[in-house]
Every structure is written in C-alpha cells, then in structure tokens.
C-alpha cells in the first residue's frame, strides 16, 4: 500500500510528537539545575535544546529497536501509524497539563501498540520484544538510576566534607551544568531516535524502505531539530515537579543525580533499550535524596508519578485503539485526515486549559505548595 | 530467547556506577584538592560563618595540579564515551 498524502501527514504528526517529547522532557535534564540556581531557566532551556539536537546524531539502536522490534511490521499501515502517534501526543498533553513527568516513550509505544492491536489483533504485538525491550527495562531503570544517584550523593558528601558549605556549592553548581548538558546529549541520543523509529516504521509500511532499514538522513535531521525546539520552549510544569516538587535538591545532589541518570541512559540506548528518560531522570532524584542524610523525599509526588507510569502504556494504547477505530471507520484518507483534525482540536484545547495555571521560566523555581501551578503571589520567590 | 538480557543488566550497573557514581566522585576530588592551601584555611580560622564563603581555589599548587589533573580525566572519560557510542550505535542493517 503507498499513499503518499498519508505518508506526509503521518511524518508531520510524529515530528509534532517529538517536539512535545522535546517539551516535556526539558525537565529530565535541567530541572535540578533550574532549581538550584545553577543555570538561569531560559539559558538552560537554550543549551539543552543544542545539545538534543547534537545528541540525535549519536546513535541508531533505539530506533531500530522501535522499528522492528515491538510490532510485526507486515501488519502496520500508516493509518496505525497515525492513530498511534495521536494516542502518544495526547497522554503526553495531558500528563504535562498536570505537571506529571511521565514517559514520552511509553506513551508513543503504547499508542502505536493499541492501533496495531486494534488493526490486525493480539498477534502482531511481539509481546516478547515489548516485555524485554520495554516494560522490564521500565521498572529496573529508575532503581538502577536511584542506587547509582544515592552511592553518587554519598560519596561527593563525604569527600567534599571538609569544604565549606559556600565554597562546595560554588564547586558543585559548575559540575552541575557539565553533567546536565551530558543528560540532555544522553536525552538527545535515545528520545529523538524512538521519532526517527516510527518515521521509519511508517516508511516501511509504505513501501518506501525495505523492511530492516536504517533511518534516512533527512529524518535523523528532522527529528533532532523537532525535539531541540520543543526541548527549547521549555515544559516548565513538568520542570517545576521535578526540581521542587521531589525532593528539596543542593547543587552535589543535583551533579550526583545528573550523572547518574546520564550514564544509565547512555549505557541503555547502547543496548537498544528504549527506556524512559523520565523513569531514570526521576529515580536519581529520589535516590539522591535517599543517599543523603536529612534529605526528604516527597513520596506522595513519586506515588503519583508511578500511578501515571503505570497507567501511561495502556492509557495511550486505549487512544491509539480509538484513534484507529475512527480512522478506520471513515475510511481511506480522510479517516486519517479526520483523526489529526480531532488531535489538533484536543491539543488546542489542553493548551488553552494550561493557560489558566501558567507556569513559565519566572514562577518555575516558587516555593512548592502541594500543587503544580505556584500561589498566587510567587513574586519574591521568583525574582530571586 | 529469555526475557532479560542478564549480561547487559550487570554491564548497565557496573559501568553506570563507575561512570554515573565514580566520575563526579573524581570530580569532587578535584575539588577538595582545589580547596588545599592558605585561603580556604584563613576564611575558617578568621572566623567567617562558612555557609558565607564561597572561597573555592585554597591556593596550594599540587591542590590545583591534582584538580586539574581530575577535571581533564573526566572530560576525557566524556568524550571517548560519546565516541563509543558513536560507534557502537550505528550498526548495518539488518538484511
């Protein structure tokens, strides 16, 4: 099957999912950076962005992975394609409406699994290579990410005790910004490749590559630019959740957490594991506070967070399956062209619902009150 | 085919915590080794309330050369990693 009109609209709508990976992944990398002071917020957003799109040059296993590994591609149309990318924009949305960093990757996979599922059935989920390549490395990453984080923590402690608490803070927050742009290279490298992965899944299912192909140039290009400006404009309320919402974070923690989920990422995306940036990001800035005496966790804001990771595969697999039931019931070209109208009208509506409770670069860093959106009076807190 | 890639787990954990622990660990040697010397010394003995100070280079010179020494370590680890992942991450396709 080659349609070529589909094929435009279906790579147009997963760049538009990489561009919100892009936003609302900003925080994985320089949310503790923002929240120690390390970095002005636009600065931060700025570098990130750079680095994003540097880092989607740097490796290809992931894509791969997301290419041939978790749907048998023979049974994949664009129109799956599309419904299950519009399933992943929309639970990234709504997550980031409510400040939730949950993961961009589980909501793209789960959302193209629904629409296959709902497509060709059970069987053309290769239910061996989604449980090895993506649910098990789900719920090891963050703990190895925490454990990591908390031997970091406790070693730069120990071995800067006799430092003073200025002196140390000044040291730290400059090591900080070095091991933040390693995670934004590291968030570059595995989140922009799961976008060139569907891209190429798509290509495939028209027939434009053979199946097993690398992605092209030009979508490597596309997408690396695609989540550099979303990391740019900057998810300031998944940001604010992660820099203040966790843990109360100093500048060593926020180097210790950094590296931590840097190298985890790295090592992963080398494996052709497709994991979360965001279940890493969040386990090392819960074992950074776990290895340093005195520190709390917020385990009421990782408890919710969990519950959205859990429900995120399946939640965007329900939407994918939607999306592909309405496209598939209109039928042809316009089904398809009906459900993006549909996803651009939802989107619209959560950004306009997110105004209401605007978190930007001034309030990003205010006083955490329980809440995603700041009091109503954050002035001084901001200022400062 | 099993379920779990045994050997890629430990790999992640040995090295995550070589590179993800033992790097900024390094770099906080580096640090301390800044802090060696004379000034960072005075500022404690004078008195001054330590959280106000944000004194970091101590003034000692093997302090500095050991940091040094530290920092460039670590860059070094950065950079030939990046390359390794270079590498290792663009494999041929699959036939």
């Given at each position: 099957m080659s349609n070529d009109t589909v094929l435009v609209l279906v790579v147009i709508t997963a760049l538009a999912f990489d561009f919100t990976n892009g936003f609302h992944d900003t925080g994985n990398a320089m949310a503790t950076s923002i929240a120690t002071g390390a970095l002005p917020p636009r600065v931060a957003v700025a570098i990130s962005g750079v680095l994003?799109?540097?880092?989607?040059?740097?490796?290809?296993?992931?894509?791969?992975?997301?290419?041939?590994?978790?749907?048998?591609?023979?049974?994949?149309?664009?129109?799956?394609?599309?419904?299950?990318?519009?399933?992943?924009?929309i639970w990234n949305l709504l997550t980031w409406l409510?400040?939730?960093?949950?993961?961009?990757?589980?909501?793209?996979?789960?959302?193209?699994?629904?629409s296959t599922m709902a497509a060709a059935g059970g069987s053309a989920v290769l239910w061996h290579g989604l449980v090895s390549k993506v649910v098990l490395p789900a719920v090891l990453s963050p703990v190895i990410a925490a454990l990591v984080a908390a031997c970091g923590t406790w070693l730069l402690y120990r071995i800067t005790r006799s430092l003073t608490e200025g002196g140390r803070r000044h040291g730290f927050r400059i090591g900080q910004i070095g091991s933040a742009c390693v995670v934004s290279l590291a968030h570059g490298t595995n989140d922009a490749q799961k976008t060139m992965g569907v891209i190429t899944l798509a290509l495939i299912a028209n027939g434009t590559l053979t199946a097993g192909s690398n992605a092209p140039v030009w979508v490597i290009v596309c997408c690396a630019l695609a989540i550099s400006i979303g990391t740019y404009l900057g998810g300031w309320r998944v940001i604010r959740t992660l820099?203040?919402?966790?843990?109360?974070?100093?500048?060593?923690?926020?180097?210790?957490?950094?590296?931590?989920?840097?190298?985890?990422?790295?090592?992963?995306?080398?494996?052709?594991?497709?994991?979360?940036?965001?279940?890493?990001?969040?386990?090392?800035?819960?074992?950074?506070?776990?290895?340093?005496?005195?520190?709390?966790?917020?385990?009421?804001?990782?408890?919710?967070?969990?519950?959205?990771?859990?429900?995120?595969?399946p939640s965007a697999a329900i939407v994918g399956a939607i999306s592909y039931g309405i496209a598939y019931g209109v039928g042809g070209t316009f089904g398809v062209i009906l459900v993006l109208i549909l996803l651009a009208a939802l989107s619209g509506f959560i950004y306009w619902r997110s105004r209401a409770t605007k978190v930007d670069h001034n309030n990003v860093n205010s006083e955490w009150t329980g809440g995603v959106s700041p009091d109503k009076v954050p002035v001084e807190t901001a200022a400062a | 085919?099993?379920?779990?890639?045994?050997?890629?787990?430990?790999?992640?954990?040995?090295?995550?915590?070589?590179?993800?622990?033992?790097?900024?660990?390094?770099?906080?040697?580096?640090?301390?080794?800044?802090?060696?010397?004379?000034?960072?010394?005075?500022?404690?003995?004078?008195?001054?309330?330590?959280?106000?100070?944000?004194?970091?280079?101590?003034?000692?010179?093997?302090?500095?050369?050991?940091?040094?020494?530290?920092?460039?370590?670590?860059?070094?680890?950065?950079?030939?990693?990046?390359?390794?992942?270079y590498t290792l991450g663009h494999p041929a396709p699959k036939k």
């Amino acid at each position: 099957m080659s349609n070529d009109t589909v094929l435009v609209l279906v790579v147009i709508t997963a760049l538009a999912f990489d561009f919100t990976n892009g936003f609302h992944d900003t925080g994985n990398a320089m949310a503790t950076s923002i929240a120690t002071g390390a970095l002005p917020p636009r600065v931060a957003v700025a570098i990130s962005g750079v680095l994003n799109f540097v880092g989607a040059f740097l490796s290809l296993a992931v894509a791969a992975t997301i290419a041939s590994g978790l749907v048998a591609t023979g049974d994949v149309t664009l129109t799956v394609v599309a419904a299950g990318l519009a399933g992943g924009i929309i639970w990234n949305l709504l997550t980031w409406l409510f400040g939730i960093p949950s993961s961009s990757s589980h909501a793209l996979i789960g959302g193209v699994i629904g629409s296959t599922m709902a497509a060709a059935g059970g069987s053309a989920v290769l239910w061996h290579g989604l449980v090895s390549k993506v649910v098990l490395p789900a719920v090891l990453s963050p703990v190895i990410a925490a454990l990591v984080a908390a031997c970091g923590t406790w070693l730069l402690y120990r071995i800067t005790r006799s430092l003073t608490e200025g002196g140390r803070r000044h040291g730290f927050r400059i090591g900080q910004i070095g091991s933040a742009c390693v995670v934004s290279l590291a968030h570059g490298t595995n989140d922009a490749q799961k976008t060139m992965g569907v891209i190429t899944l798509a290509l495939i299912a028209n027939g434009t590559l053979t199946a097993g192909s690398n992605a092209p140039v030009w979508v490597i290009v596309c997408c690396a630019l695609a989540i550099s400006i979303g990391t740019y404009l900057g998810g300031w309320r998944v940001i604010r959740t992660l820099g203040k919402g966790l843990v109360e974070i100093e500048s060593p923690q926020g180097m210790a957490a950094e590296s931590a989920s840097a190298a985890v990422i790295l090592l992963s995306s080398t494996f052709g594991y497709s994991l979360s940036t965001t279940h890493v990001a969040t386990g090392s800035i819960i074992g950074t506070g776990l290895g340093k005496k005195g520190a709390d966790v917020r385990w009421s804001v990782a408890g919710r967070m969990a519950t959205a990771w859990v429900f995120t595969l399946p939640s965007a697999a329900i939407v994918g399956a939607i999306s592909y039931g309405i496209a598939y019931g209109v039928g042809g070209t316009f089904g398809v062209i009906l459900v993006l109208i549909l996803l651009a009208a939802l989107s619209g509506f959560i950004y306009w619902r997110s105004r209401a409770t605007k978190v930007d670069h001034n309030n990003v860093n205010s006083e955490w009150t329980g809440g995603v959106s700041p009091d109503k009076v954050p002035v001084e807190t901001a200022a400062a | 085919m099993s379920w779990i890639n045994l050997t890629a787990l430990w790999k992640i954990i040995v090295f995550g915590l070589i590179a993800g622990a033992g790097l900024p660990a390094l770099f906080a040697g580096g640090l301390y080794a800044l802090s060696l010397g004379p000034k960072t010394a005075r500022t404690a003995t004078a008195g001054v309330d330590d959280g106000d100070s944000d004194v970091l280079v101590g003034g000692s010179v093997v302090g500095m050369v050991l940091a040094a020494i530290a920092f460039l370590v670590i860059l070094a680890a950065i950079g030939w990693s990046v390359y390794e992942i270079y590498t290792l991450g663009h494999p041929a396709p699959k036939k």
